[in-house]
């Protein structure tokens, strides 16, 4: 008997969404999740594969202005939306990081780096909706952000740090855009 493997992209449906300030339209498997679609469709790797199922934060990015975990929407499901992961945090061609990227580093906020793209982009979102969190504030924000080797006490130094440096203009890009 004769098997015909299907690949798992047969079915795809097209979908409009930008990504890193840069519009996109292409189809997207209909079985796949966002954080797949990102790493091997689109090839934006810091967006990281933890646990699939919610629970580590590892596949964290900014869509329409609030954290989602990527690994629990389908990429079908972009459809209009704007997608920022960490690899659109720095300006591009500037040389410079991120004010957040910045703050990580000074606060020691980064061991093996695995959470960092997912802890970061949490960060940002919660910047977005409050310039002057307080502790609690972080600690609720960045919940569902595991860290094994970091330790936590430096990442919520380094969101305080962050806070206190960045100006409306490092957060302008990530407010969604209107179509
Ligand atoms: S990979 Fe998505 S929450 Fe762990
Ligand atoms: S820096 Fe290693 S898991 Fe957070």
């Known amino acids: 008997m004769e098997i015909h493997q299907e690949t798992d992209r047969d079915i795809s449906v097209n979908v409009r969404f930008r990504l890193n300030g840069v519009a996109y339209y292409k189809p997207a498997p209909v079985n796949w999740t966002l954080l797949r679609f990102l790493r091997d469709d689109l ?3 810091g967006t990281k594969c933890g646990c699939e199922v919610g629970e580590c934060g590892a596949c964290t990015v900014i869509i329409n202005g609030l954290a989602v ?3 629990l929407i389908m990429a079908s499901q ?3 939306a704007d997608i920022w992961t960490i690899e659109g945090v720095a300006t591009p061609g500037t040389n410079s990081l991120h004010p957040v990227q910045e703050a990580f580093i000074e606060r020691d ?3 093996c780096g695995f959470c960092t793209p997912g802890t970061i982009m949490s ?4 910047l977005l909706k409050n310039k002057r969190p307080g502790d609690d504030e972080i600690k ?3 919940a569902g952000n595991l860290c ?3 330790g936590y006490i430096q990442i919520i130094e380094a969101v ?3 806070a206190s440096s960045i100006s409306a203009k490092d957060l302008e890009k990530f407010i969604p855009k209107k179509r």
């Open 140 to 142: 609720i924000a960045l």
């Open 78 to 80: 972009v459809d209009g």
């Open 43 to 45: 090839g934006v790797y």
């Open 148 to 150: 094994r080797c970091t």
């Open 123 to 126: 960060t940002i979102a919660l």
């Open 109 to 111: 906020a980064i061991h």
């Open 160 to 162: 305080k740090k962050a």
């Open 69 to 71: 975990n990527s690994c």
